[in-house]
């Protein structure tokens, strides 16, 4: 489940990137004069050298703890576009100033910035629907219960939901200082079958 989670928000990042050089290539071939073909995007293909370090910048957001979290997933974004900023000004003095539009880079950075923002929002909702929400149970007292309830009420747990059923559960939680009768047991043994998940 999180490697998929994972590698659908790398689909995503990836994918607002590729619009983004689209989007950018664009917008400055209107101020340039000139206008966008397959040919001038060909020309200008070493620009989709942005994807993958647009991606990469963002890698460390994927974690439950990020990718829930609006406000993290936002500086997370707008530390990328820094990345990728910086990046370029390098490039920039390099390679030097003819060889390099100044615009571009600017109508780049902005619109991947937007486009992963939204993109990450759709995720976010789309992974936060019941079907896609882990049924998480507990095996415990009600201390244990309060304090996982607790815990499932944190940004980075927005992808779990507490049952009181664990016959339906997808992950159950089993506390230490709980005594596992054999009807317990058994019926644990029935989830780990079924395909659940466990974790003390």
Known sequence: MQRDRYLGLLVVDALAATLAVLA??????????????????????PWFAVVPLWAMSLNGSRSPAIAFDTTRTAQAIARAAMVLLGAYLLAYFVLGADRLPRLLALYVTWAAAWFTWAGRLAALWILTRRAFVRAVALVGDDEDMAM????????????????????????????????????RTELLFQRQEAGATGTT
């Open 148 to 183: 996982l309830r607790t815990l499932l009420a944190t940004p980075g747990m927005a992808d779990a939901r507490l049952t009181d059923n664990p016959r339906e559960a997808t992950e159950i939680v089993v506390s230490t200082s709980t005594v596992l009768t054999a009807e």
């Open 24 to 45: 950018g290539l664009y917008t400055w071939s209107l101020t340039a004069g000139f206008g966008l073909t397959v040919a001038t995007t060909q020309a200008h293909f």
